[in-house]
């Protein structure tokens, strides 16, 4: 590509609503222009890295035994209200009625288009196991778009959809799209890790974010340097951290504490560490189906979190809300600050996590403002507690394989595999016929990746103060030539034009910037870009015979002999 | 491709409201499917041939300088707000509310978010001219979608925008895409014609429609065999069929001609040509602005055919309508189909077609009921008329290019190109910076091509009783390989094996049909998905070490000897 058959636009300044680092960059570059609120054009420089992405995705799922298709971006509600989901899913969900008054949806994701096609062209056993791909336009209506690709309203996904005979089935063709997935982040050049995630209603272990790894993401990804294990928070286990108790050694005492009301300030009161202290969460669980309202106190070790997904797992939890002033001032006969298990007003679902479990001798509140109850003991002091996972792991926990300790970093998830079993099979009523003639329910199950998504979060992950640094594998050009003086040099217009059609020939993706810009401007353009690799042609170079490269990651310049260079670069390429 | 690893599913008989052969063919052979009206699922194998179609585009268009973007499918109100086409366009514009109870539209197209973009990005004329296009999904809401592809409610396009400082630069622009789509039909291997099109209120002479010529076609393409002229029957000039009018030789006579009000009847009761009759079409346009309601007479020899886009230029009647009975009763005393120019009972303005104005002695009504006048002539029975181009031209008419006569054949419209001009810009204020530091009107094109309509007209042009013919360059695979017996006999599953290997490193794009469906089942679905290039392995032909070659077009069996077979079809592919 010629320069000037292009189309470049960079700017020095991001727009004022660009909050993050990809979204400036990606602005300044050219590669994205806002239409409407999250909503953009993807510009020839962006879209040139879209449809490097989009192939290899293509490659790997071709590989992978997958089927690409295309479904569309209008889609009838009907399908929606089958499986519920026009009623479950919130405003987020654009609904458009059409000129007759039907309804419509623009698709945030294909489940149920899917199966629809599925339900009336498999018939047989025989016909499985099958797996559907398209890459298509979504469209999610978010409260509040922001941060450019990451959380736009209009994107492109790939999504995927197996369907198999039987669990075992499902859960191959789970591993090959694992598999594909590994692959193709791979490819992408980009840091990546996979971990289990929570699994909603769905339980068992079929699922698995695919997060790129910046310090900027917005989910913490835990993991076991040791060995292999790795969940995201909502899902890393929290093992308790001692394996017994103490034995308690002293009395349950009331202890004024005045105005300290947090763990943090009470141990600092009375001298403690913040790990002798317990805090105290209410909960409520309004009245259902002829069950009164109940009251949960769940405790967690001072320095510990909450994590609200592992709180919605535990028996009678699934529809917990936080309770209100009023409703801890009448179970607890206090207000929140001086909360504890011991003597509440009225009775209350007590849960101890499991690390509190395991205490003794722990500080709690006294349920009477201004006091805090130390030398509390289960068993003597309180019944022994129900137990249960309740808390966010921290870096340095034993990770649950025993393998080691638990290390916690950043990343953004670009993609989510998942078992779904039957839960749109049955509400739509896809069936197969098994070897004895009877119908069963398809396995299904379904794999995103976030396309356009993969370009914030590869640059929030590779950029440096002049701007991006794409991995070769999906930048919008692997090789710049940046000429100097070439209107001016006989020699520079002639190595330029040899160097460029030698790496055209070879199959390199390469611009030439014939733009005729000052080599600073040239240069600027080029290292905001982010083209991973340089050449300079110039006169100064030209009479040593030789012309520099420069690799935009931290590289030194290279002289090479004019003659190697291309064979220099493909070499470089192929690293 | 491995028929195993990919999916083929076939019907006996197309779906009840298929109505036209695509759409049942295209239906019948897996290759669409439908989720809603006018709305469907591209099935692998027809997603295969849109992709085939989109390459070929893509490459014309970037080799004719055009450069690759992607405009969003949901686009914000206020933009169309801004040309008015917000307000103007009807209910086939799929409007959709935000959250907040925004405005969007789902984009029919996109020459609003393109001169979005370009009034920003172009500054100078020094980035001009410029060209963006994308390949996007649209959706328009058709009141009653049907014909598959051919009126669907979503479907792709290919649109591209010129810009340029000058008309002398739109029209250079505009050339480039023209040759641009020629070379792009010619290569989709497809019968097709550009025809100048009505430029509606743009004037000039600069649109032109791409069609693929099919019996079955919508539109009616006039052409003059014996030189270049082209048009649409819109666009299609109307000379008037005698260079003068000879002079007057019967007396205006009143003449019965009870219950005749068609001038077919008419010229047989009085044992005339049909040539020999006047017919009376009348018109009303509504009071506006302080000018009163005018009635408007408008005279066709009786064998031609008003056409209405002609009517709509003639100075005046830009708002026509057909006249109600009761005006017709008002301004001429008479019912319809006994009216004409002579005598009427209030004064109406006449416009005759060029051929009646060159008539003499001719029959027309007498404004009474159950009469004619004969021997009618201007200048004496009446005053000389206001003369125009009233007439869809007929087979046979003299070319207006003087170099033959006219010819119609039918198509089905697959591209357009337009010269806008400033359209867009003037209410966008889209300008740029002339040499002189002066803002200038950016000059625009649009230039659009239906991708999933070429589906559907390639299939109208290229089919048989057994199913479709693909062109070669479109056809979802060019070359089946057809195993008979394979799970027999070794030598089959080894030649077909290494034809298959062979013709994939020659890059050629194969399936092998490895379902082990019996022969006639195999060759039947071929067929009727079209792929233009056949070969059969099978231990008959094995015997004499040859292989069964038959082209879907018309082909007899040709036996080619094993080692040669994969050079054969490279050969035939080359042709």
Redesign the interface.
Same mark, same amino acid.
């Given at each position: 590509m010629r320069a000037t058959?292009? #189309?470049i636009?960079t700017l020095k300044e991001a727009p004022a609503d660009a909050e993050i680092i990809s979204h400036k960059l990606m602005m300044r570059a050219g590669m994205i222009?806002r239409?409407?609120s999250g909503?953009?054009?993807?510009? &020839?420089m962006g879209?040139r890295i879209?449809r490097k992405v989009e192939n290899i995705i293509r490659e790997e799922m071709n590989r992978a035994?997958a089927?690409?298709?295309?479904? &569309? %971006? %209008?889609? &009838?509600a009907e399908?929606w209200q089958e499986t519920g989901r026009w009623d479950k899913m919130g &405003? $987020?969900l654009?609904?458009?009625k059409?000129?007759h008054g039907r309804d419509?949806i623009?698709q945030p994701t294909s489940e149920e288009?899917i199966t629809? %096609?599925v339900r009336? $062209?498999i018939r047989s056993y025989r016909q499985l196991p099958?797996n #559907?791909y398209h890459i298509q336009?979504k #469209?999610r209506?978010e409260?509040r778009p922001r941060f450019g690709l990451m959380r736009g309203? $209009?994107f492109t996904m790939k999504d995927a959809y197996s369907f198999d005979r039987d669990t075992d089935g499902l859960k191959k063709s789970y591993q090959i799209m694992y598999d594909a997935y590994t692959s193709i982040f791979q490819r992408f050049g980009l840091q990546f890790r996979a971990v289990a995630a929570d699994n909603g209603a769905i339980g068992g272990s079929g699922s698995h974010e695919f997060h790129v790894i910046a310090e900027t993401g917005e989910d913490a990804l835990v993991y076991c340097p040791t060995s292999d294990y790795a969940a995201n928070m909502e899902a890393a286990e929290a093992l308790a951290l001692s394996d017994s108790r103490a034995a308690a050694s002293a009395a349950m005492t009331k202890t004024a504490t005045p105005g300290k009301e947090k763990c943090e300030d009470v141990a600092a009161l009375l001298n403690l560490p913040l790990t002798a202290t317990v805090k105290s969460i209410v909960l409520a669980v309004d009245a259902d189906e002829g069950k009164e309202k109940q009251i949960w106190l769940l405790l967690l070790r001072g320095d510990h979190e909450l994590n609200e997904v592992k709180v919605s797992k535990v028996a009678g939890l699934a529809n917990f809300r936080f309770a209100s002033e009023s409703e801890i001032v009448e179970y607890f006969g206090c207000k929140p600050g001086y909360l504890g298990p011991v003597g509440t007003v009225k009775p209350v679902n007590l849960v101890a996590d499991r690390t509190v479990a395991n205490m003794a001798d722990f500080v709690c509140g006294a349920n009477e403002e201004g006091y805090h109850l130390t030398g509390v003991n289960w068993g003597r002091d309180l019944p022994e507690p129900v137990v249960a996972d309740l808390r966010n792991v921290v870096a340095g926990d034993p990770s649950p394989d025993g393998k080691g300790v638990l290390a916690i970093q950043r990343g953004i998830e670009v993609g989510h595999v998942f078992q779904l079993g039957t839960r749109y099979s049955e509400d739509m009523k896809a069936t197969f016929l098994d070897e004895n003639g009877k119908p069963q329910l398809l396995q299904m199950g379904c794999y995103g990746i976030g396309v356009t998504r993969i370009l914030g979060a590869a640059i929030e992950q590779n950029y440096d103060d002049k701007g991006i640094i794409w991995p070769t594998a999906i930048a919008p050009f692997e090789v710049v030539i940046c000429p100097m003086g070439m209107d001016r040099s006989e020699a520079v217009r002639t190595e330029t034009e040899n160097l460029y059609q030698a790496l055209l020939a070879a199959g390199v993706d390469v611009i030439l910037d014939d733009r005729g810009e000052r080599p600073g401007a040239m240069f600027a353009d080029w290292e905001l870009i982010g083209v991973p690799h340089r050449v300079v042609v110039g006169d100064r170079g030209l009479k040593e015979g030789k012309l520099e490269y420069v690799a935009r990651r931290g590289g030194e310049a290279v002289h090479v002999p004019v003659a190697e260079m291309a064979a220099f670069i493909q070499a470089r390429l192929a690293e």
């Open positions: 058959r292009f #189309f636009s222009k239409l409407g909503i953009y054009n993807y510009m &020839p879209l879209i035994g089927i690409e298709m295309l479904m &569309p %971006v %209008v889609q &009838p399908l &405003p $987020e654009m609904r458009v059409d000129r419509f623009i288009a629809d %096609v009336s $062209e099958v #559907f336009t #469209f209506d409260r309203r $209009e």
